[in-house]
């Protein structure tokens, strides 16, 4: 693929006007930037750009709320009552599942709560939750803090599985392994798709095999990977999966997220998951009835009435994924992370490191490099990026995370970034 590329800038523009999806990218707000007029933005890992729709999908809610008040829960244009089951059609498709199995509800940490609090039962021996060492905080703490709540020591029973010495990703056999000689005690794996320093992904299905295997279940924790890599999460038999929408699906800060039960857990979901007015059957909800009658699937594990406000960018987003394809895009993203690989190689060369692997299928958009020469210089070549028109982001001690978003980077972007990049390590040799 690498020998498509070339290192000049009007080959990027050839690529920009060969792609299909380029007019995606006029629908969407770019960040201003003095000398380029716009930022090349590389940060969708983190937050991904506003779809210039989601302005009106809000506006449209607003509107109904001045037009109708509490009307508008059944008289809006997309009355509120049924606002998250809207998203099911398009979260099941993006994640690979049944449109019972996916709902849209609270943010990531919540729902990882959730889902353990419905799904995650300690007995004796069997008590114990493997993580990978290098986990996001909230995931560690939401399982620590799980374990402390069913009595049990994090110290004893929180398991952690770190890359071989001098490797930065892991090994899907020695994660397998690791399962397989922790079977006795091991009651849960916690995995991400795509890891968020490294940028690697995961086969799942692998890994749910070998956790099935050892009698335990699997939680995917999808923040990085929704949106950016194909998920087959029913056909993989994952058991349970939580996102957030702020990344990859550009439903703005602190949009709802989304949660995953597989249709085998729905009724032990719905026995033992906690509960609300709002996991009741729709049908019969304001009865009021003291019995809580669960909602069919993933839904039952719903608390309250949804966020209006903060999903109707998500509908507006959504729509975008539907209309350019989650197969296309992958297509694009793909080729643009390819050209990001071929451009740090052959621009900044020695001066970085390549943390995510080499190979296309096991990772998404994002491509983190380690600055080498250290903290101190890492930080200052970081630094100087922004006021340049390059927008990435930072993870200690010396590692900057670039992620090509093929909704809306272009190839140019690709282009601009790595020149940014290949400059400022030069002035700061
Ligand atoms: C991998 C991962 N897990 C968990 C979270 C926490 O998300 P939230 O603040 O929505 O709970 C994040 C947020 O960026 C994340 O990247």
């Given at each position: 693929m690498n020998a498509a590329f070339d290192l000049q800038r009007e080959s990027a523009l050839a690529l920009d006007a060969a792609?299909?999806?380029?007019?995606?990218?006029?629908?969407f707000a770019l960040p201003a930037d003095p000398?380029?007029?716009?930022a090349a933005y590389l940060c969708g890992h983190s937050l991904g750009l506003a779809p210039i729709a989601a302005a009106a999908s809000v506006e449209q809610e607003l509107k109904d709320w001045r037009r109708l008040?509490?009307?508008?829960?059944?008289?809006a244009e997309r009355p509120w009552i049924g606002y998250a089951e809207q998203l099911a059609p398009a979260l099941a498709q993006l994640c690979g599942?049944?449109?019972?199995e996916v709902t849209a509800m609270n943010s990531l940490s919540v729902n990882l709560h959730l889902l353990l609090a419905a799904l995650f039962r300690p007995k004796g021996q069997r008590c114990c939750v493997l993580i990978e060492a290098g986990a996001f905080s909230s995931d560690r703490h939401v399982v620590a803090s799980q374990l402390r709540w069913h009595g049990l020591d994090p110290e004893r029973c929180l398991l952690e599985i770190a890359p071989r010495?001098?490797?930065e990703l892991l090994r899907i056999e020695d994660i397998e392994a690791r399962i397989a000689a922790e079977a006795p005690r091991l009651a849960l794996v916690l995995w991400p798709g795509?890891?968020?320093?490294?940028g690697q992904s995961f086969d799942l299905a692998r890994i749910a095999r070998a956790t099935h295997a050892a009698g335990a279940l699997l939680c995917a924790d999808l923040a990085h990977a929704i949106g950016n890599v194909p998920l087959a999460l029913h056909e993989q038999d994952i058991d349970c999966a939580a996102w957030c929408?702020?990344?990859?699906?550009?439903?703005?800060?602190g949009a709802i997220g989304g949660l995953f039960v597989h249709q085998r857990l729905h009724k032990r979901a719905a026995r033992n998951g906690l509960q609300g007015w709002?996991?009741?059957?729709?049908?019969?909800?304001?009865?009021?009835?003291a019995e809580f009658r669960p909602a069919a699937?993933?839904?039952?594990?719903?608390?309250?009435?949804?966020?209006v406000f903060s999903t109707a960018p998500l509908l507006a987003s959504l729509q975008q994924f539907q209309r350019a394809g989650l197969p296309a895009l992958r297509a694009k993203s793909l080729r643009l992370t390819a050209y990001l690989e071929y451009l740090l190689q052959h621009r900044c060369g020695e001066q970085i490191t390549q943390v995510?692997?080499?190979?296309?299928?096991?990772?998404?958009a994002q491509l983190s490099v380690r600055v080498r020469g250290g903290r101190s210089r890492a930080r200052a070549v970081f630094d100087a990026l922004q006021p340049q028109g390059l927008i990435a982001d930072w993870r200690e001690p010396d590692i900057i995370r670039l992620a090509p978003a093929?909704?809306?980077?272009?190839f140019e972007d690709v282009w601009r970034a790595a020149d940014i990049l290949a400059a400022t390590l030069q002035a700061n040799g």
């Open positions: 792609d299909p999806l380029a007019a995606f990218r006029d629908e000398h380029h007029g716009t008040a509490v009307l508008g829960h059944e008289a599942a049944q449109e019972s010495a001098g490797e795509v890891q968020f320093r490294t929408s702020y990344k990859y699906l550009n439903a703005g800060p709002w996991g009741h059957e729709g049908q019969t909800r304001f009865r009021m009835e699937g993933a839904a039952a594990l719903a608390l309250s009435n949804p966020p995510t692997g080499t190979e296309p299928q096991a990772r998404g093929p909704l809306y980077n272009s």
